[in-house]
């Protein structure tokens, strides 16, 4: 343990984090310039415990990147464990840095955000009783707002969009964004106090012609926008002077007024930067967004009745898609025909210096489609194998453990119905038994990918017949090793998609099925999952790599491809009953073993 004296603290960390960090010394005077160390060095005690720090007060997925630099320099000055600080900087701040520092060339998109799946919702008018089909009442705002709670989603402002669009920083795990277009009365006198309630932001879009005019509908007026600007839950979009019906049929002189004159009344009258702009009805062209971005916008906003995506599939920052807000209300009666059931803010970003394991991570659901497949991903929690005494469905398998989810797991011998005999050497930890391959079978194994997992990380290596039947042999290749089987072929191996050829006489590898695999992500999280279409090996892992999966193996597919969360099945069919799962515990569980189902030697 290494303690420094109060009066040194800052001078000595600073000259520890240039040595250990010189490849990325720009970034590490960025982080702690020695004056804001000594500052907070003069407020701060002795001595903390290190550990339980890093842990609380540098959890990259609750706080912004201004607050972990704050926090990490906090921890710094008490110093308990400079090992622990550095392990917290490559896993936490580092790769918060590298994206900041990195990103898209404007206005195009993150590939990593690209991958997440954050809806934007628009609204009109909110008024007491409906006038047209697009209005929305008082009493069903409130219900959206009281579903968007119920179902744990994080509504985010336009700042934090555009940093995750263009940085591809993760948003909380079920981000979503909330607009209300054309400046109406109602959104003052009825939305406005309700996003307060609720403790929500949102974006308002106002066109300045109308300002304070009743129309057949009231609009707000000055006073009232200034109100609602200067909180920070609101953020103000121009929206046009006189909302023309499509931007595209204007000349270049009228464009100009009604791109750039709105954002300067509106600049004048509220003594705020206008950051944003939205398309009336969503029309647009590249000419249109040209004249958007010589205006100065950071992003812009459109709609298409007929094309409806998730921001990160967007054109670009400035045609960032939207959907109605009648498919918010869809989840009302059914939340998984509501995009916010697939509402997802992005995987946590790799370790800075690459490889690593985080097995520390909650468990997250990611729904997906990547080359026109639907998968079905989870990420995060710890790795464990349940060997079952019989064949079950997965969902049985894992009921009475803490495992939040698993997926069917290694290949297994189908000669009696009620067979657990696995095809290879398997070791569980949930009953800490290790049992070997039948020795006329191991020989055709050589070379399919053997899974080592301990309680810090997980291997993939080539199985040898001769080193890897005992469990001495799996214990000189992982020595803390808790769990091991042999799976059926790399799909993602260090990084790269496996060519045809590397599956040999793989059975049925080129087939069309549905398949189910395990891995670890680019952030260094176990996941698991199955394509929810059939699709062979070979597209499979070119899939899993665009998906971000560093290492990928196929576990049992066809009619045992399974996945379950939380007790429940995400498979559309009855598989058949397997005996063996990867399941992903929470960080924190304390292993539970299913007296009625756990194999015994």
Known sequence: MLC??????????????????????????????????????????????????????????????TTAVNRLVQVASWVGGVE???QTMNHNLAPQLAAYFNPSIWPKISDRATKAKVPVFMYHDILPE???????????????LSLIKAQGLTPISYDQLVNHLRTGLPLPEKPIMLTFDDGYGGHYEYAYPLLKKYGYPAVFSVYTSNMGKDTGRTHVNWEQLKEMAANPLITIASHSVTHPKDLRALADDQLKIEIEQSKQTLEAQLGIKIDYFTYPEGKYDQRVAKFVEKAGYRSALTMSDTDERFAGESESLVAIS???????????????????????????????????????????VNKTIIDETNFTLIS????????????????????????????????????????????????????NKFIPGYRGETPKLKGRPLVLISPQSARFIGFEPSLHNTLEGIEAA???????????????????????????SLFDYDAIRHRAFWGINQAGQPTVG????????????????????????????????????????????????????VALMPPLSTLKSPDCVVAQR
Request: with cysteine; glycine share 8%.
């Open 4 to 65: 420094i004296k109060h009066k040194d603290k800052s001078t000595v960390l600073s000259n520890l984090i240039i040595k250990q960090f010189k490849k990325i010394l720009p970034l590490a005077l960025l982080i702690l310039p020695t004056w804001q160390a000594n500052a907070l060095a003069s407020d701060l005690p002795e001595t903390k415990s290190s550990d339980r720090l890093c842990t609380t007060l540098l959890n990259s997925d609750k706080v912004g990147l």
């Open 84 to 86: 622990t600080i550095f």
């Open 130 to 144: 409906k006038e047209v089909f697009f209005d929305v009442t008082v009493k069903e705002l409130e219900q959206h």
């Open 322 to 364: 939207r959907f109605g807000q009648s498919r918010l209300a869809q989840a009302l009666v059914d939340v998984e025909a509501s995009p916010i059931s697939q509402a997802w803010g992005g995987a946590k970003l790799p370790n800075f210096w690459g490889g690593g394991f985080d097995f520390t991570s909650e468990v997250q």
């Open 380 to 431: 995060g929690g710890k790795p464990v194998t349940i060997h079952a005494k019989s064949r079950y469905q997965v969902p049985e398998i894992i009921a009475g453990t803490e495992a939040v989810a698993a997926v069917d797991g290694g290949f297994f011998s189908l000669k009696f119905l009620d067979s657990n005999v696995m095809i290879g050497p398997v070791l569980s930890q949930i009953n």
């Open 478 to 504: 992982m020595p803390n090793v808790t769990d091991a089987f042999v799976a059926a072929a790399w799909l993602v191996k260090d990084n790269q998609p496996q060519r045809a050829e590397t599956f040999g």
């Open 530 to 581: 199955v394509s929810n279409d059939p699709i062979d090996s070979v597209s499979l892992g070119s899939a899993l790599a665009k998906a971000g999966l560093r290492d990928a193996v196929m576990l049992d597919s066809g009619a045992s491809t399974s996945l379950a969360y939380k007790g429940e099945s995400l498979v559309g069919y009855i598989p058949r009953p397997v005996p063996h799962v």
